[in-house]
DNA sequence: AGTAAGATCCAC
DNA sequence: TGGATCTTACTT
């Protein structure tokens, strides 16, 4: 069975709400195209005072800002941002309003709309095998699958499903258990992406969870991790 | 003002 | 392994 997710679901540390959201579908209708997706990899992130433990890889690590704005905000709303100048990344805003939080989806298993999906993504049907499972694995390809972008959809509203530029969203629990793990965030800098901050969660053994990779300095930082014992 | 780096992806 | 592409933060 299905739930809507309401905003006191979410009032919790990333930490807490990032494990909870792994099969939990992600649903969005963007210009009439509808879609779905089951989440199967996440990765928590919190702020400067945020939590017991300020998160030195968080965009709200230096207080405030125009960009990460909305994860200071109330939770139900989706932080969309641009990654590299190209890639349009969601986080699900958590937290009470006033407090940094947000869990990025990394990764997901499109269940809904997979032609709608593949069209967003430039991807010829029919879809491969390979082609269906990558359709939003990685953070980058999730936000496209979705079709929801930085400059449009940053701050939309999945706790009321209001409509935001030719957009809504929905967050759906779903009450299938799953089996979960957890590792260093992908692709963060330094101390913040070792086993000092292991916030990733993903489904165990989800072929759609994105392959790891160390960020810059990182895999240094948990050499010194190591010797240090 | 200039530059380096970034919660990434894709092609070479 | 490097380029795309743009925003932010830090350095002159």
Redesign the pocket.
């Known amino acids: 069975m299905l739930r809507a997710a309401t905003r006191a679901d979410l009032l919790g540390l990333p930490i807490e709400v990032a494990p909870r959201l792994l099969g939990a579908h992600l649903a969005t209708v963007v210009d009439g195209a509808e879609t779905m997706l089951r989440i199967t990899e996440v990765?928590a992130?919190h702020g400067k005072g945020t939590g017991t433990v300020p998160d030195p890889?968080?965009?709200?690590r230096?207080g405030p800002?125009?960009?990460n704005a909305t994860?200071w905000g109330e939770p139900g709303h989706l932080?969309v941002?641009?990654?590299?100048?190209?890639?349009s990344?969601i986080?699900v805003v958590c937290g009470p309003d006033g407090e940094a939080g947000?869990v990025?989806l990394r990764a997901g298993e499109v269940i809904a709309g997979s032609d709608a999906v593949a069209a967003r993504?430039g991807i010829a049907t029919p879809l491969s095998r390979i082609a269906l499972r990558?359709l939003a694995r990685?953070?980058?390809?999730?936000g496209q699958a979705m079709g929801l972008r930085h400059a449009l959809h940053d701050g939309i509203d999945f706790a009321s499903g209001a409509a935001m530029n030719g957009a809504t969203a929905q967050l759906l629990w779903s009450d299938l258990p799953v089996g979960v793990s957890t590792g260093p965030?992908?692709?963060?800098?330094g101390l913040a992406g070792t086993m000092a901050f292991p916030w990733r969660f993903w489904i165990t053994g989800d072929p759609t969870v994105?392959p790891f990779r160390w960020?810059?300095?990182a895999a240094e930082a948990a050499r010194t991790l190591e010797d240090a014992g």
């Open positions: 990765e992130y890889g968080s965009h709200a230096m800002t125009a960009r994860m932080y941002y641009l990654s590299h100048g190209i890639h990344c986080n947000g990025l993504r990558d990685g953070p980058g390809r999730l965030r992908v692709g963060v800098a994105s960020g810059r300095g």
